[in-house]
């Protein structure tokens, strides 16, 4: 009797799965809607308390190749008001990932003009003047060259946009919002509006002069981003008390490695690429000293030279709690840590 229900139920999941099979098409299609009202329907900022700072890694990588790192990317969110630090390539697509509004990016500071720093900016762009129908260009501040890089790309972009605004028409593709407003600045306050104060200072990463890092205050709540920068004193006095230090690392004996290597099957050119970058980014040492004499509450790494896969991270940043006794984080692409001001600041991954 036993046997004959067991064969019964068999005969029933095999049916079910049958069923399952034939319709299999449609099944999919129906989850496809659904993960497509889901993703129209996401607004991260709906879930992220509004009295609380909050920084996203939509870049953490480098020059070098890494197929799970874009290139420089740092958002802070304040009061519902988003601020892009750089647009490495990648980024601009992370940042969407992330569901992050792009119609409340009040714009793009770039902390140097490294093209890791700012290649991404054209797809950024794209998203936001199709995907919000943006009334004015995104706005572009950096150092000295920023103008000539918005010409550019507004020169590059030129054709693409008149078959977009063809296509689309002007209610969906403004005329007016499309590409770059440049915006050229120097160290001292660079923003300053709703109580959201940023200020951008020199940083070390000679030849590429001027390098700013950033500070951005609100409501007694700070972040400090270094951009790229050999170990700074400048950064170490502008990060005085910061919540969360964001700065860069390097790893020079992984870094010298890569340079052997590259020496061993005659490239000796690629090699002496890796030793000249040696010197104008930090050490793991470095960067702990900097959040130490700064009094930090909190370092976070990004722009990780190299990046190693995920279990061997650890040893790109060997020696930085040597240095510092703080809370240390290496980000990933999708992270986000909220500041409230007393406590640890809490993280998330928005992409996992
Ligand atoms: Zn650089
Ligand atoms: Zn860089």
Same mark, same amino acid.
């Given at each position: 009797m036993r046997k004959k229900w067991l064969l019964a139920a068999l005969g029933l999941v095999g049916l079910a799965g049958a069923v399952a099979y034939t319709q299999r098409d449609t099944i999919a299609m129906a989850l496809i809607s659904r993960a497509a009202d889901g993703a129209m329907a996401r607004n991260v900022m709906t879930d992220l308390p509004a009295d609380q700072l909050h920084v996203g890694f939509c870049g953490t990588g480098s020059p070098l190749p890494s197929r799970d790192r874009a290139a420089a990317c740092t958002v802070v969110i304040a009061n519902g008001r988003l601020f892009v630090f750089d647009m490495g390539e990648g980024s601009g697509e992370t940042l969407s990932l992330m569901g992050m509004p792009l119609d409340r990016v009040q714009g793009v500071w770039l902390t140097?003009?490294?093209s890791d720093h700012f290649e991404g900016l054209g797809p950024l762009a794209l998203q936001r003047w199709a995907g919000t129908s943006a009334q004015a260009p995104l706005p572009l501040i950096g150092p000295a060259g920023t103008d000539q890089v918005a010409q550019g790309l507004n020169i590059a972009y030129g054709p693409d946009s008149k078959f977009r605004m063809a296509h689309h028409g002007p209610a969906v593709v403004? +005329? !007016?919002?499309?590409g770059f407003a440049a915006r050229v600045i120097t160290p001292g306050v660079v923003y300053d509006q709703g109580g959201i104060r940023i200020t951008a200072f020199a940083v070390g990463h000679e030849p590429v002069t001027p390098s700013y890092g950033f500070r951005l205050d609100w409501q007694g709540k700070s972040v400090t981003i270094s951009g790229d920068?050999? &170990?700074s004193q400048m950064l170490a006095d502008m990060a &005085?008390?910061?919540? =969360?230090l964001v700065h860069e690392v390097l790893n020079r004996d992984l870094v010298e490695t890569m340079a052997q290597a590259a020496d061993k099957h005659g490239q000796p050119k690629r090699g002496k690429i890796f030793r000249d970058i040696k010197d104008y980014h930090a050490s793991p040492e470095e960067a702990g000293d900097v959040a130490k004499v700064a009094g930090a509450k909190m370092l976070a790494f990004t722009h #990780? #030279? +190299? !990046? =190693?896969p995920r279990p061997l991270m650890r040893l790109v940043t060997l020696g930085a709690d040597t240095h510092y006794t703080g809370p240390i984080r290496t980000m990933r692409d999708g992270d986000l840590l909220s500041i409230n001001g007393k406590d640890e600041p809490a993280y998330r991954n928005l992409l996992d």
């Open positions: 140097h003009l490294h403004p +005329p !007016s919002g499309f920068t050999a &170990k &005085k008390g910061t919540n =969360l #990780v #030279v +190299p !990046s =190693l």
